[in-house]
């Protein structure tokens, strides 16, 4: 008995299937051990076991299942040995033979980490030849082609020029060393098929396939012609093209009755504004669904997988995952490419701190169980960070890089940690605290920058995963235990390789793992007979559901199609029958429809924003539901929804009496009244609580970094010259020069050590236009003030309010005017706007914000006006990185100082009476 069996979309495939065997074997008295059985996947096999037991309610010798793939290794095990080969073994392999046969085509990318993804192209396409029993005569027309020239890149054409010879020697390797790709598997398969002898099956079943390779055909046409197989299809011919294509080759018809079945399942529409919301839609669904048992929820973006959890876990219910998870979407994952980052970024010895502490921070590092005690790692790490990021002082503080064993010898390190754990009422010695940390350099640092070939990676990588299985809370989450033996897995490859003791430059190892690794799916292990079932798309196959959810059902998505250039013109595809991107489309049309149609209630949840559009499978379903009611919108939408009311929200501080009368007292300077016309809220933390944010260290040198240094180094040299005249000669710039490269050393080089060439470039460049400029330029007849404090009061409406000044230099110059100069290393914008417009603004914080800008030239000048009184004042801002003045008074030439004075007390006047004000709260500045 042999033939073709059709069943139609609205009907359970698998309940069809247990009848058919049956019929045709159990109430025949048949040995059901002599049937086999072809799936696409596992699944199917595990409800056809469960449903045969509950039909025979025995024991009993089961037909034999084969997954599509294990049945075609099992066919060319009948003729050939071979094993199967590792991944990194084969891309290995086809390197190899490049260099050898073809080395034209690595040029620009020598080395095997930079060939690696052109290798995983071109074995992608050389399976593709070999699955579609391309021969070598069709590709010699690529190859005339090629030689013409694709209008591709010129290293594509030399590849296409070269395929025939590297696919016929790739072909030779794999039989003599007896290691089997998939698709030379099924190429071998198909070739030895017609004498292949399967005397131990009376049929195979071939069970719900809907598109077959060329290797396929000729196998399945082959037992097909020897009454070997039953093919047993769901779907009609008259409706699916692939269907008419396959009953075409074999020479029969393919349909399911008289006329094509209409599905008559309930179509609900869910829309949610981003992921959290589709998920969020699922939970509602599943309480309203008495039956979880018969429900399957499909999520074609593994990434919606762990929210999903989040989501449905309260349900109690129990529930089975079976798809797989993106492994670079993982917390383990993420903490490998820190310690990457960590070597490659570190300078001989010295590490990068920055890269340093991500390793050190990450979740399961600064958790370890190293002694009895986690809290003990987790205080030493956070020392460790307080100490880099300069949040205590030592000798390390604020050290961009550094040599571990430096760290390790710090005795500060262990007596703040100390400190801090004795509080914690955990004594721990000095000598335990540093095995603590040299262990932990050992599995995260040390044992790393050893690695030069694969055999030493996996002995790194085997250690590392050993402590952290032994060690870190990783146990207590199961998907992290299954993505650790993944991983080692992995490392078992890699030690496998034939490559392995093969010398290798560490990044182009540690490329190689992460391609490697980025590539990889983690299966969940769960019950597939039991519960709510979660499944990718595909992991459906052949089953079917009467509640079925369906995420992401968005373009991009459902369906998922790669429509970018791969490295194989599509031209090149097309001409060899190879083009797979409709063929893709129509296969996943097919899952989801199939699995939909047999349905009674279908929810189809999809995310509506500007840069998404639902799916065209929605769009095809709600065209046929408004054909048949004959009404648009015959589908309602329900939306996920909030109702927000968003009102700009600005902090308000009342003033209290206390603060008031403490601001009173407070010495007020041009920057806090600068800060208050900013934002009042920022003056309340700055000058009535007191609060500063904490510097952090291992920043970059900033703005305020380079500016102190300059105002230190300027004062410092230009000290001798006080109440003299300044000679910038060859003797002083000798000295400022010595000065200048101790300090940089001591200071911002000690911050960037050797990414400090630049700014010293820059400063000393910056530096020397400076002092030709006080040289050449300026007529000092003297310096009369560096760095000095003032201070001052000032009667304002308010009452008498105390100010205090810190000014960089006073001059004056040959003409006997006095100049304060404020030094600025940064860019100038703190200008005043013209005096007219400051004398007859309506006061308010804002507009002096906006037409003041900073009091800060303004107070100078006040200040140098009343001290120097009947002579020519002036303030300027000296712009180091132009070497330019920006004079006060120069915009201001049509008003007396006093006119200019008294506009600016007017200003300030109404800003700290503002202040004072117990009835005005500090309120957020409203464009922040």
Not at 248 to 268: D, M, N, Q, R, W
Not at 559 to 586: A, W
Not at 603 to 632: G, M, N, P, T
Not at 738 to 751: C, H, I, R
């Amino acid at each position: 008995m042999s033939g073709i069996v059709t069943y139609p979309f609205t009907e359970s495939f698998i309940d069809n299937l247990i009848d058919h065997i049956d019929e045709h074997y159990i109430k025949e008295g048949k040995d059901l051990s002599r049937l086999a059985i072809v799936f696409g996947g596992k699944r199917p096999s595990l409800f056809v076991k469960r449903e045969l037991a509950t039909r025979l309610k025995k024991g009993y010798y089961s037909p034999r299942f084969f997954t599509i793939d294990e049945f075609i290794a099992y066919t060319a095990r009948k003729e050939e040995n071979f094993n199967s080969v590792l991944d990194l073994d084969n891309c290995y392999l086809l390197y190899q033979l490049i260099k050898k046969y073809t080395p034209q085509i690595l040029k620009g990318r020598e080395t095997f980490a930079q060939f690696l993804p052109w290798t995983r192209e071109i074995l992608h396409f050389i399976e593709q030849l070999d699955l579609e029993r391309v021969e070598d005569q069709k590709l010699k027309g690529i190859k005339e082609s090629a030689q013409i020239g694709f209008t591709v890149p010129e290293d594509i054409n030399r590849l296409l020029q070269a395929i025939i010879i590297l696919r016929k020697n790739y072909h030779k390797e794999l039989t003599q060393q007896k290691i089997y790709t998939r698709g030379f598997q099924y190429l071998r398969a198909s070739d030895i098929v017609g004498k292949a002898d399967f005397a131990e099956f009376d049929q195979v079943l071939f069970c719900n396939f809907f598109y077959f390779n060329r290797c396929e055909e000729e196998i399945i046409k082959d037992l097909h012609r020897r009454d070997k197989a039953t093919l047993i299809f769901q779907g009609d011919e008259r409706k699916w093209p692939v269907l008419k294509r396959i009953a075409k080759t074999l020479k029969t018809e393919i349909v399911e009755g008289p006329a094509v079945k209409t599905p008559s399942f309930a179509l609900k529409l869910y829309a949610g504004f981003n992921g959290h919301a589709q998920v969020a839609w699922v939970r509602e669904i599943l309480k309203k669904i008495k039956n979880l048992k018969n429900t399957v929820i499909v999520l074609p973006n593994p990434d919606a997988l762990v929210p999903l959890l989040s989501e449905i876990t309260n349900l109690d219910q129990d529930f089975n995952i079976s798809m797989g998870y993106p492994l670079k979407r993982s917390s383990l994952y993420a903490l490998l490419e820190f310690i990457f980052k960590a070597q490659e970024s570190k300078k001989e010895k010295r590490y990068y701190s920055r890269d340093y502490l991500k390793v050190l921070s990450h979740p399961f590092i600064k958790n370890l169980k190293i002694t009895d005690n986690s809290t003990v790692s987790r205080i030493l790490i956070h020392k460790i960070e307080e100490i880099l990021t300069g949040k205590e002082a030592t000798d390390l503080s604020g050290s961009l890089f550094f040599n571990l064993k430096d760290m390790e010898s710090l005795d500060d390190l262990y007596v703040l940690t100390q400190e801090t754990l004795s509080r914690l009422d955990i004594h721990i010695d000095r000598s335990a605290l540093e095995e603590i940390l040299k262990t932990l350099h050992q599995i995260l640092f040390l044992k790393w920058e050893k690695v030069g070939n694969f055999k030493q990676f996996a002995g790194a990588l085997e250690e590392f995963l050993n402590v952290l299985v032994e060690k870190s809370f990783l146990h207590h989450y199961p998907l992290n235990i299954n993505i650790a033996a993944r991983i080692s897995d992995i490392k078992e490859e890699f030690l496998k390789a034939q490559f392995n003791k093969e010398e290798f430059p560490q990044e182009d190892i540690f490329r190689i793992f992460d391609s490697k690794l980025s590539r990889e799916m983690v299966a969940f292990k769960g019950s597939p007979l039991k519960g709510l079932q979660i499944l990718g798309l595909f992991e459906t196959r052949s089953l079917n559901f009467e509640e079925v959810i369906v995420l992401d059902v968005n373009e991009g998505v459902l369906p998922y199609v790669v429509v970018h250039e791969p490295l194989i013109p599509r031209e090149v595809m097309i001409s060899l029958d190879l083009d797979r991107l409709e063929l893709e489309e129509e296969i996943q049309r097919y899952q989801f429809m199939r699995l939909i149609s047999s349905a009674k209630n279908v929810h189809l949840v999809y995310q509506e924003s500007k840069d998404k559009e639902r799916s065209r499978f929605v769009e095809e379903l709600v065209w046929q539901e408004e054909k048949q009611k004959k009404a648009v919108d015959a589908v309602p939408v329900s939306r996920a929804s909030f109702e927000v009311k968003v009102n700009a929200q600005r902090k308000i501080i009342p003033k209290t009496k206390e603060m008031v009368e403490t601001l009173k007292k407070h010495t007020f300077s041009a920057s806090s009244i600068n800060m208050y016309l900013r934002n009042p809220v920022e003056f309340y933390y700055n000058y009535v609580l007191g609060l500063r944010e904490q510097e952090d260290l291992l920043d970059e040198p900033e703005a305020r970094h380079v500016g102190t240094f300059v105002h230190e180094l300027l004062h410092e040299s230009f000290k001798p010259f006080i109440n003299k005249t300044p000679k910038i000669d060859e003797v002083f710039r000798k000295r400022f020069n010595a000065a200048f490269e101790n300090k940089f050393e001591q200071t911002l080089a000690k911050q960037m050590h050797s990414d400090s060439f630049l700014l010293y470039s820059v400063l000393k460049e910056r530096l020397a236009r400076f002092l030709n400029n006080e040289q050449f330029e300026r007529k000092v007849k003297k310096v009369l003030f560096l760095e000095t404090r003032f201070q001052d009061h000032l009667s304002l409406s308010c009452g008498d309010i105390k100010f205090s000044y810190i000014i960089d230099r006073i001059d004056q110059l040959e003409d006997d005017t006095v100049t304060i100069i404020d030094y600025k290393t940064g860019g100038i914008d703190q200008m005043p706007k013209a005096i007219d417009r400051i004398s007859n603004v309506k006061l308010s914080r804002e507009s002096i914000r906006d037409t003041v800008v900073s009091f800060q030239l303004p107070l100078y000048f006040h200040y140098l006006n009343r001290e120097f009184k009947g002579r020519p004042v002036d303030a300027c801002l000296y712009n180091l990185r132009t070497i330019k003045l920006h004079s006060f008074l120069n915009k201001r030439a049509s008003s007396s100082k006093e006119d200019t004075d008294q506009a600016f007390l007017r200003a300030l006047d109404f800003v700290v009476g503002e202040i004072l004000d117990p009835a005005i709260p500090f309120i957020e500045d409203a464009e922040l």
